[in-house]
């Protein structure tokens, strides 16, 4: 999916109807990626433009584009709330979406390696959130630190 096309009107179409058919007010967007496409026939550049070209102006376009369908699903549903996974690497992050989405900050992540943790011995999945200890506490509290000023 690209959201820096004309694919953004369908999708905030979509969640409205979904919205309407099933009453969701509440949208967990994930994987999206900030760095997810280069078609040179969406809004983020030409066949005249490089692939890196195109990827940059995607990347730098996206939070704009999300903000778009977030605006259109909200001029019609004011009370839905739309929740933007940034719990992984490759999402785009910055204040610009704050405006109309809210961050997600946890899920089931984050993973040993991101913290140079030892992983358990037996283990199923490398998530922290997976296994009891001090590490999921610690990852917890973590979002009280994200803006020290609001608290």
């Not at 977030?70 to 001029?75: G, K």
Request: charged fraction near 20%; charge should be negative.
């Amino acid at each position: 999916m690209c959201l820096v096309s004309n694919y953004w009107k369908d999708c905030a179409s979509e969640m409205i109807r979904n919205a309407r058919e099933y009453g969701n007010v509440y949208f967990k967007w994930d994987a999206i990626y900030q760095y997810g496409c280069n078609d040179p026939n969406h809004n983020h550049g030409t066949a005249e433009n490089s692939e890196t070209e195109r990827l940059d102006c995607y990347s730098f376009e996206l939070c704009k584009y999300m903000n778009k369908v977030v605006d259109s699903v909200n001029s019609v549903l004011p009370d839905a709330i739309v929740d933007f996974d940034v719990t992984e690497g490759w999402r785009s992050m910055g204040l610009q979406f704050l405006s109309t989405g809210k961050f997600f900050l946890k899920n089931n992540g984050p993973y040993y390696a991101n913290f140079n943790l030892p992983m358990p011995e037996k283990m199923l999945w490398n998530n922290i959130f997976v296994y009891p200890g001090p590490a999921r506490a610690r990852i917890a509290r973590s979002p009280l630190n994200y803006d020290e000023w609001y608290l």
